[in-house]
Structure formats: structure tokens, C-alpha cells
């Protein structure tokens, strides 16, 4: 069988998209609302509850972590969703050959774009308020946007895969994107945290861009090479996770 | 051959991992790291090799559990085979377990898109076929629903009815016949008569023969995996009814009870003038003539199809008016008349049942049928049924 690949994925991106707020009074809108709730609790929280600011930073607190939480989101949700991109679609994929890859990659664009265009939004509403983004740094913070991007891709590719087999996988990923998000600079700047602790988080390579979104987006200079190091640590993955992807092709049909 | 085959299957094996134990996984999940075969399997098919060429439909029968599905998932290319390889050429469409693979949460119509897709359909192609669509799928105001509110009548309907549009070069099918009312069945059989005729081909999985004997030319037989015998599909499927009489020897067979007047009735069978529904006698190499009225509710001319049963089941000779090309005689009023006469009767003494019954206009499904109990009286020291005609060759022949 010959599928219209482009047009297969054009129906699982629809419908991936659908299915999220089907059934929801608001549907489509929750899309605008959703970001907009979290950042006025955000701001509410740090801004009145228990007033902070961000370290040596001009930023609110808020807008610093804003920042630094849409990005992860872009990486935590899109991996998180995609560990059972295969597993939710046992019924389709006994029936009617499709690259598996697809349903990951459908779910993984589903979600980065929803996380995208709140994010998006979320910066609209940070400048209508005054505080003062640097736009020149828009097109370093899209750059570090993109390898989250890929870094979320290989990471729902490998972990889908390995769902099949081992259905503790989403279990065990939710409580790891937990750790993951405290071990990320996102609620505190790394330049607190003692010299050997701060080079040590740099392992994990996520750590540079979203640092560089952040950095970018309030006027410091983007760290090219770390960034382009973190790129090529997702290709390896992405490639990595292709290759296991084709060496458990013939196989995933039979633990579905 | 002139064109090379629609599907050629060389060798295929097909066997999945034994997964009994929690840790099977782990060591499956090992063996595919590292690039083994795993170690605990089951084999469903071992060293299946056959060719479909166009117009050439193929059915698969077999018993339940001979592997008939698991090929089907391997020429549609959803399940990879563990041994051997199968090809296809040009465009192929599966119903397989019809309909599923519609997403339980989405509307019809957007399943349909899905599926279309998925048969390499593009959406302005979809676009135009929608109507058409529907209009098969005839499923009204559902078609805006989620599926999950759906009958599973209608659900097979949106499935074929996808099908139906894209109209593939090879349509693969699993038992679709055995789904759906009585009206879509015929709209279905009606469009694959149609899809046959203007040079489709099917491969079929069913366990109606008659079905198959009707749709297919060859016909293959699985069993316990491998194949059992492929060729000529009355060749096959006799042979296959044999291996199964040979199995079932013992077992009543209840007939079957007719609660409500079908779609097409067998109204009445009269046995050389003898009506009503008592035995008949008559004397082995006599003249039998049976006539029987059959009814249709919708005014078209059912076939009529003739069996001849030993009491014990055995089925012995059948003919249908529609392998005969015999027209009805129509009586007026939806009655249709078959006079069909055995000159020389050829059984041997015993009992047996001799059974009308009433098919669609297209000859295809079976609707109604009446048996007469027959006695054949005379003397024979023969064995067996019937008698055939021989002689014996002298010392100069």
C-alpha cells in the first residue's frame, strides 16, 4: 500500500489537534486562554503572593520564568505525549501500513505547535505590558527554539518505541520530566548556583537552549557554539532513535 | 505470463514472540537492541508461496487459527514477515476486520479522510469522491458523528464505502461479507460483480465457499500455517470440504430454523407431482422432476440452487439455475417458477434430502431453503452414492 504520506500525516495532525479539546466548552479557544492563565498565575504568584526577582536580571520574576517555562514545555509535553503516540494507535497500525514514525511525528508537531503559539503569545502579552524583551534576539531564540525541537522529536521517537515494548515507560517519563525540570535552569538562573554544580548541569543538553531563548530574548548574546554542541548531541539521538525505530519496525506489530 | 504478478509471496514465515511472563518483554526488547531473532516464538505461517495476477481473484480458506489473517496483514505490508517477502504492485486497498482503524472519538467524515489518506487518496481527489461516499455509506446525519455512536452495521458501511471509492487495483478483504444487513450486503456483492467485471482483483478471506466458488478463480488453502493446496477454486474448496466432513464426521448438524420470511422464500417443492412436505419413493434410474415456486419480495427473479444430500450430510450433487444461465419462469405476483427434471436417476438406493433453495437475483447469498426427503428403493450391491457410468474392458480392448 502506497499512502499519501503527506496526507496521512495531514489527517493525524488534524487529529491530533481535535482530540485535544474535543468535548470542552471553550475547544479552539482554550488554545489563547491556557497560556494566558498560566502566565497571570505566574505573575500573580511572584508578583504579589511572594515577590521575587530574578537575579541580577532587569526581568520581573514572571517574565523571567516565562522564559525559561515555555521552552521546557516545548520539550517536556511533546515528549510526554509522544511516549504512547504508538501505543494509542495499536488499532490503526494493525490495520493499515503506515511508517510508524508518523503517528510520533504528528503528535510531536501537534504539540510543539500548540506550545509554539502560546509561547508566541505569551511574549505579545509580556511586551504589551512593558517589560522590555530584546526582538533583535529573536532570531538566536528561534535557533534555540528549533534544536528543543529536535531534542523533542528524538526523545518521543525513542521513548514511543520503547513504550511498545515496555509499557512502565510513561509511567516512569512523567516523574523524569519532573526531575528534568528542576535539574534545567528554569526557576533559577545558573550564575547562583555553586561553580561545580552550574558545570555540571551543562550535561544535560537542554540546559544551553533554553538558557539561550532566555538570554537571547532579554538582550545577552546567544552562545553559538554550546548551542550548536547541543544540536549535534539531539542529532545523535534523533539518529539514534531512527536506527533503533528501523531495527524494531518488523517487531512492533507483534507487542502492540 | 505476460504482466508480472499483482502480489508475489516467496517463503513467508510469519512468527511472533511468546509473551507470557513480564520479563519476556525485557528480553524481547534485548533482542531487537541487539539485533537478534527472538528466541521464544510461535509460528502461525511457514513457507507460504503463491501469486495473484490481475483479474486472477484469490481466495484464502481455512480453518480458524490457519494463519488466513496473518497473510492478509502481510501482503498489506502491517505486519513484517519473519522469513521471505512478499510484493505488490500497484494500487492495493484492505478491509481488514472492516471499518476498525476509525478512530472511536472523530466523526465519520473525519475518518474518512483519515482512511482515504490512508489508501493514498489525495484531498482533492476526496474532495469529489465525498458524494459519492455518502451516498454508498447511506448513513445520514451519522456521518457528522463520532464514530464510537455508531452500529457496527454502520460502521462497515463508512468502511466499504471508502473502499468502494477508491477502487483499487487489489482489494484485499477479511469475512466483509459476513457483515452488514441483508440490503448492504447485496449493495455490496453488487459493486464487487461490478469491481470483478471491470478488471479488479480481490483476495479474499471467507469461510462462506460459496462466496468464494462465486468471486474467486483460485483458491488457497492454509493449514496450521502452511499451505495445503492452491489451484483451481473448486478443486481446492472440495478438497477442503472433504478434509472437513472428514473432521466433523459425527456431529449433528441442526438445520437451519427460518424465523421470519426472508427476502427471498422457497414457497414450495413439488417431487414428480407428489406436493406437500412428505417423502417421496421413487425407484432408483427413474425420472425425477422437481418443481419448485420460489418467492422474491422485491419483485426480482431469485436463482434457484439444487442440492442433492445423503441423510447422513453428505452432500452429493448441487447445480444452480445461475450456473445453467436457466431463467425463472415468472408466475406473477413475486412467484417464480424452476422445473428441473433428472431423467435417469443415478444414486443408489438409500435416503436422501433433496433440497431447493432460494438465492439473490445475483445468485450470490443464500436465503431460504426447503428439503424433501427422498427415498431411492432397488436393489445394488454397489458401494457408495451414485452410480457411475463405466464398463468393463474385454481382453482385446
Known amino acids: ?256 | 505470463m505476460t504482466a508480472p504478478p499483482l502480489v508475489e509471496a516467496v517463503g513467508l514465515a510469519k512468527r511472533y514472540p511468546v509473551l507470557g511472563h513480564r520479563g519476556d518483554r525485557v528480553s524481547a526488547l534485548w533482542d531487537v537492541v541487539r539485533g537478534r531473532r527472538p528466541r521464544r516464538v510461535v509460528s502461525v505461517l511457514e513457507g507460504v508461496d503463491f501469486e495473484v495476477h490481475a483479474g486472477q481473484s484469490l481466495a484464502i480458506i481455512g480453518e480458524n487459527g490457519a494463519g488466513k489473517s496473518t497473510l492478509l496483514k502481510l501482503v498489506t505490508g502491517v505486519l513484517t514477515p519473519s522469513e521471505g517477502h512478499v510484493r505488490t504492485r500497484g494500487t492495493v486497498g484492505a478491509l481488514l476486520e472492516l471499518g476498525a482503524g476509525f478512530h472511536p472519538e472523530l466523526s465519520g467524515r473525519d475518518n474518512v479522510r483519515l482512511s482515504a489518506a490512508l489508501h493514498g487518496m489525495d484531498a482533492a481527489t476526496l474532495a469529489a469522491k465525498m458524494p459519492e461516499i455518502e451516498a454508498f455509506a447511506d448513513i445520514g446525519g451519522y456521518l457528522d458523528e463520532p464514530v464510537k455512536h455508531y452500529s457496527s452495521g454502520m460502521v462497515v458501511r463508512l468502511g466499504f464505502a471508502v473502499v468502494a471509492a477508491v477502487r483499487p487495483a487489489l482489494l484485499i478483504t477479511d469475512e466483509v461479507l459476513a457483515v452488514g444487513d441483508e440490503g448492504f450486503q447485496r449493495k455490496c456483492i453488487r459493486w464487487l460483480d461490478d469491481y470483478l467485471a471491470g478488471g479488479g482483483t480481490l483476495l479474499l478471506v471467507s469461510h462462506s465457499l460459496y462466496h468464494v466458488q462465486k468471486l474467486c478463480r483460485r483458491a488457497l488453502w492454509l493449514h496450521e500455517g502452511r499451505v495445503a493446496a492452491v489451484g483451481d477454486v473448486f478443486e481446492v474448496s472440495q478438497r477442503y470440504l472433504a478434509a472437513q466432513e472428514a473432521r466433523q464426521k459425527g456431529e449433528a448438524v441442526a438445520p437451519p430454523s427460518v424465523a421470519a420470511r426472508p427476502e427471498y422464500s422457497v414457497e414450495s417443492v413439488t417431487v414428480n407431482g407428489v406436493a406437500g412436505e412428505g417423502a417421496v419413493v421413487v425407484a432408483a434410474g427413474d425420472r425425477v422432476v422437481q418443481d419448485v415456486v420460489l418467492c422474491s419480495r422485491d419483485g426480482r427473479a431469485p436463482v434457484m440452487l439444487n442440492g442433492w444430500v445423503r441423510a447422513d450430510g453428505t452432500p452429493v450433487y448441487g447445480v444452480s439455475s445461475e450456473m445453467d444461465g436457466v431463467p425463472a419462469q415468472a408466475l406473477g405476483g413475486g412467484r417464480f417458477r424452476y422445473r428441473l427434471c433428472f431423467d435417469a436417476l443415478s444414486l443408489l438406493p438409500g435416503s436422501y434430502r433433496l433440497r431447493a433453495s432460494a438465492l439473490d437475483a445475483e445468485g450470490l447469498r443464500l436465503f431460504d431453503t426447503l428439503d424433501r426427503e427422498v427415498s431411492v428403493t432397488g436393489q445394488a450391491r454397489e458401494y457408495g452414492l451414485v452410480r457411475l457410468p463405466h464398463r468393463w474392458l474385454g481382453a482385446d480392448e
Open chain 1, 1 to 256: 500500500m502506497v499512502p499519501a504520506t503527506r496526507a496521512v500525516f495531514r489527517e493525524l495532525l488534524r487529529r491530533e489537534l481535535e482530540e485535544r479539546y474535543r468535548g470542552s466548552l471553550l475547544g479552539a479557544a482554550w488554545l489563547l486562554l491556557l497560556p494566558l492563565l498560566q502566565l497571570a498565575v505566574l505573575a500573580w504568584v511572584f508578583g504579589h503572593l511572594m515577590p521575587a526577582r530574578a537575579h541580577g536580571g532587569e526581568l520581573p520574576y514572571a517574565a523571567f520564568l516565562a522564559l525559561g517555562l515555555w521552552p521546557w514545555n516545548l520539550f517536556a509535553n511533546a515528549a510526554n505525549r509522544g511516549v504512547t503516540a504508538l501505543t494509542d494507535n495499536a488499532a490503526l497500525i494493525g490495520k493499515v501500513a503506515v511508517p510508524h514514525s508518523l503517528y510520533v511525528d504528528a503528535r510531536v508537531a501537534a504539540s510543539v505547535a500548540v506550545d509554539l503559539a502560546g509561547f508566541a503569545l505569551v511574549l505579545a502579552v509580556l511586551l504589551a505590558s512593558g517589560v522590555a524583551l530584546s526582538l533583535p534576539g529573536l532570531p538566536a531564540a528561534a535557533a534555540a527554539l528549533a534544536v528543543v525541537g529536535v531534542h523533542a522529536l528524538a526523545a518521543a521517537r525513542l521513548l514511543a518505541v520503547l513504550q511498545v515494548f515496555l509499557r512502565d515507560i510513561a509511567t516512569v517519563i512523567g516523574q523524569l520530566l519532573v526531575l528534568g525540570f528542576f535539574l534545567t535552569p528554569i526557576l533559577y538562573d545558573r550564575s547562583l548556583l555553586p561553580a561545580a554544580a552550574a558545570k555540571w548541569l551543562a550535561v544535560n543538553p537542554l540546559v544551553v537552549p533554553v538558557e539561550t531563548v532566555r538570554g537571547a530574548l532579554s538582550g545577552q548574546g546567544a552562545d553559538w557554539p554550546a548551542l550548536a554542541a547541543s544540536l549535534a548531541v539531539a542529532a545523535a539521538l534523533l539518529l539514534l532513535a531512527n536506527g533503533f525505530l528501523r531495527r524494531a519496525r518488523s517487531h512492533l506489530e507483534d507487542f502492540l
